[in-house]
């Protein structure tokens, strides 16, 4: 496919899933501006990311640390992309991640809570994160269950004033499990929402974001409150080799 083609294409994608986007929020009463779309690149390319961006994508994830620096370096030469960090991240790649990335969706324990917050006062910079639960309960998935969130919470909150700037608590982020069937992976946002709530009214802070819907399922996550979406495979649909 020759790289007009491919802007085209990816072009179309992007139309394609902002109206559907806005649809299912205007179908749960929210507003579009309510629902981020995090472009998901971790498929392709340094030179197709930034034909995902050109067309109008201006918040992009990455699932891997060193994905994410490298593409947000080889792509500096566009002015203000959004890079959020959405997969696991071990400690030691916390320092250079957030030279390039200032939202960190999967936060999964108060030990990596803590470094980050280490390494945003060394650089003097804010980073907000979101502590990722594991709502669907596999082994197999990362995230924090009700009481580690609350103890990662309650630990926050008794940080020095320093380590509460650095660090802006967001929210929540989820990935329904695998397999699950669209009323399944409702329940389970369901789920994150309410814990959220109840985090909410416990802590006293306003926790207002919601990262939760993957290509598959972010109608029934945008039906359930979720204030990102994070899209991978369907912005790259007719580009990624079959
Ligand atoms: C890959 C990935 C996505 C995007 O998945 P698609 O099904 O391709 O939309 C979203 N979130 C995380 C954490 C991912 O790793």
Redesign the pocket.
């Known amino acids: 496919m020759d790289d007009t083609k491919k802007q085209q294409r990816i072009a179309e994608n992007w139309a394609r899933v902002s109206e559907s986007v806005a649809t299912s929020a205007a179908q749960a009463s929210r507003n579009f501006d309510d629902v981020k779309v995090i472009g998901?690149t971790?498929y392709v390319d340094a030179a197709t990311t930034a034909m995902l961006f050109d067309a109008g994508c201006a918040s992009l994830?990455e699932?891997r640390p060193q994905l994410l620096w490298q593409k947000a370096e080889s792509t500096s030469h566009l002015n203000d992309v959004d890079w959020h960090m959405?997969?696991h991240v071990q400690r030691n790649k916390i320092r250079r991640l957030i030279r390039h990335c200032r939202t960190i969706h999967?936060v999964d324990s108060a030990r990596l809570l803590e470094k980050i917050r280490d390494e945003a006062i060394q650089a003097s910079v804010q980073v907000s994160v979101l502590l990722e639960v594991n709502v669907s309960g596999e082994a197999s998935k990362t995230g924090m269950d009700a009481l580690q969130l609350r103890e990662a919470i309650d630990d926050y909150l008794q940080w020095p004033d320093a380590g509460r700037l650095a660090i802006s608590l967001r929210g929540l982020m989820a990935?329904a499990g695998r397999g699950t069937n669209d009323g399944e992976a409702r329940e389970q946002f369901s789920e994150v929402r309410e814990l959220r709530d109840k985090l909410v009214s416990h802590s006293g802070l306003s926790l207002p974001e919601l990262s939760m819907g993957?290509?598959?399922d972010y109608a029934a996550a945008i039906s359930q409150g979720s204030t990102m979406v994070?899209?991978?495979?369907?912005l790259f649909d007719g580009v990624l080799p079959q």
Do not use: D
């Not at 994070?230 to 369907?234: E, L, V």
């Open positions: 998901v971790k994830g699932s959405i997969g999967s990935m993957m290509s598959g994070r899209i991978g495979s369907a």
